[in-house]
Structures are given as C-alpha cells and as structure tokens.
C-alpha cells in the first residue's frame, strides 16, 4: 500500500527556520527514490531535493542549496526537510514523493515526472 504522509508546515517569519517530514509505509521506502517538491499558488510544481532510501546521492535544487536538507531515517521509514535561513520565495505547499529504484545507482531529475507517487502536501508560509 503506498503511503505517504508530510507534516511540520507551518509559518515562519523570514530567517527561520522548520523541518518538514515524511513519513511512508514500508513498501513505498524501501528500495525508493525520496524527495520534496513544492507548489506556490499559479506556478509549477518544481523539485527541491531527493534522497535514496539508504541515504546516498542527497540532491537539492540551486534554490536551496547551503539552506535546506534532506536527510532520512531508515529505521522508520521517513524523509526529513530541514529548511534554513527561509525567505517569502520558499512559501508553498511542499509535498513528499517517492520513486520505486531497486539499484539505486543513478539518480533521477528533480522533476515531478520522474516520481510515481505523492502525499497530500503541507503548508509552508514564510513572512517578510
């Protein structure tokens, strides 16, 4: 059963700080491509960062780079967000996304094209 489940959204003010997580059944983690995507209102859906389940080849879009991180928990089956330093850009609903990879060895584009399946998003809204 493909499960997956954001939380930690929240509002910021413009230098703070929250940490998104991910949480997925057994079966869509394991041996599966994990990443965040993200949608502000009338803009595309675009990839932030992915991560192999076992913790190889974090990836992050030039956007969030030095300021966001990707990081998983593979005990319990969860991918995390850390986002840093945030500005009113990164405001948008951030959703979690996997991609079954049994080798794992390349990675794919941060495009929502490239993921299978998806949560239902959570809010992020950061003030300036």
């Known amino acids: 059963q493909v499960q997956l489940a954001e939380s930690g959204g929240g509002s910021v003010h413009a230098g703070g700080s929250l940490r998104l997580s991910c949480a997925a059944s057994?079966?869509?983690?394991?041996?599966?491509?994990m990443a965040w995507f993200r949608q502000a209102p009338g803009k595309e859906r675009e990839g932030v960062a992915l991560?192999?389940?076992?913790?190889?080849?974090?990836t992050y879009a030039d956007s969030v780079k030095g300021r966001f991180t990707i990081s998983q928990d593979s005990a319990n089956n969860t991918v995390y967000l850390a986002m840093n330093s945030l500005e009113s850009e990164d405001s948008a609903m951030y959703y979690c996304?996997?991609?079954?990879?049994?080798?794992?060895?390349?990675?794919?584009?941060?495009?929502?094209?490239?993921?299978?399946?998806w949560g239902q998003g959570t809010q992020v809204t950061v003030s300036s």
């Open positions: 057994a079966s869509t983690y394991t041996r599966s491509w």
């Open positions: 996304a996997a991609r079954r990879d049994v080798l794992g060895w390349i990675a794919p584009q941060l495009h929502p094209s490239e993921f299978h399946y």
């Open positions: 991560i192999y389940f076992d913790g190889r080849q974090p």
